[in-house]
């Protein structure tokens, strides 16, 4: 059973940065990639960015692209977010997830869910 744990979330104001992490309990051998996903109050999961095995292919949402970049490090089995120039609109909760096979955008193809992390951005 593979485990993910975020970690990262808090309080910051407009404009500011928070970086977020994602633990993965248990190497495996299988290759995999890595996606956040966030969820605001009252409002449906949606994407934010995914990032295949080799860290060289990425995805990214319209509304974060520019201002998040997406990482990992296979060594320590740990993806990160680091996001800048934060709006109240990314306030929510944030998801990492496992998807075996190359990054995607679509939440259903992925086949392990963290517990998530809060952010919230005051204006």
């Known amino acids: 059973q593979v485990q993910l744990a975020e970690s990262g979330g808090g309080l910051v104001q407009a404009g500011g940065s928070l970086r977020l992490s994602c633990a993965k309990s248990?190497?495996?051998?299988?290759?995999?990639?890595m996606g956040w996903f966030r969820q605001a109050p009252g409002k449906e999961r949606e994407f934010v960015a995914a990032i295949s095995w080799s860290g060289g292919t990425t995805y990214y949402a319209d509304s974060v692209k520019g201002r998040f970049t997406i990482s990992r490090d296979n060594a320590k089995s740990t993806m990160y977010l680091q996001m800048n120039s934060l709006k109240p609109e990314d306030t929510a909760v944030y998801y990492c997830a496992v998807h075996w096979g190359d990054p995607v955008r679509n939440g259903h193809e992925y086949d392990y869910w963290g517990q998530g992390t809060q952010v919230t951005v005051s204006s």
């Open positions: 248990r190497r495996t051998f299988r290759r995999y990639a």
